[in-house]
């Protein structure tokens, strides 16, 4: 996961949410917005999310973080929204498809979470040093499925065999870095880069020690 720089709400998404009795609808401006905002990955696994393609039977899911059962005073508030993936890579559910009508308790808009955050460069788990944090991530999201752990770690190896290559200089660490850590000229971001840039920025930091 990475920190989500949340915007402001589409003006489409304002008009239908200042409509007298209206309620909650995946409407296609506010997938969009959160598509953009999101650089095109999943708020939780950080898989690619395709901007357009008919040809798959992929879909995004909308994910209310305090769920509209148990908030729904918050069904139309764009803060408590994320896009995510269809949660489905087999059988094993994860991220929304997976949250169901659970609420995610830690905050994907602020820095405090993402500091509880680390990865094994062994095996790609991801894991949190909050007790409570780690639950949702294993139990709520199921974020440490076979896959999507082995999709972060041979991510992260491709980062690390091009390093070797080029030479583990602080300006290579820091291009890196810059490269994983902005979205591309269609403003996707780098698939499971949270991983990559978890890695250089302990090994920048080490350096400077």
Not at 27 to 38: F, G, I, M, N, V
Request: hydrophobic share 30%; charged share 30%; with cysteine.
């Amino acid at each position: 996961m990475r920190k989500i720089e949340k915007q402001s709400e589409p003006r489409e998404w304002t008009a239908h949410r200042l409509t007298p009795g209206a309620k909650y609808e995946a409407k296609p401006e506010l997938r969009e917005a959160l598509l953009k905002e999101q650089g095109y990955l999943c708020a939780y696994c950080m898989r690619r999310i395709p901007i357009r393609d008919t040809n798959s039977n992929e879909t995004t899911r909308i994910d209310h973080i305090l769920s509209r059962r148990n908030h729904p005073e918050l069904q139309l508030n764009y803060s408590n929204m994320v896009v995510c993936c269809p949660g489905a890579i087999t059988s094993d559910f994860h991220c929304d498809k997976q949250k169901g009508e659970n609420d995610i308790t830690f905050n994907l808009f602020e820095d405090h979470f993402f500091h509880t955050l680390s990865y094994s460069s062994k095996d790609g788990r991801l894991k949190s040093s909050d007790t409570e944090n780690d639950r949702q991530i294993n139990e709520l999201l199921n974020l440490n499925h076979a896959l999507l752990k082995r999709n972060r770690l041979e991510t992260f190896r491709g980062v690390i065999r091009m390093i070797n290559n080029m030479g583990w200089t602080s300006s290579n660490i820091r291009h890196q870095i810059d490269i994983w850590n902005q979205k591309d000229l269609q403003g996707r971001y780098k698939p499971y880069n949270s991983i990559v840039l978890w890695f250089l920025k302990k090994k920048m930091e080490q350096g400077k020690q």
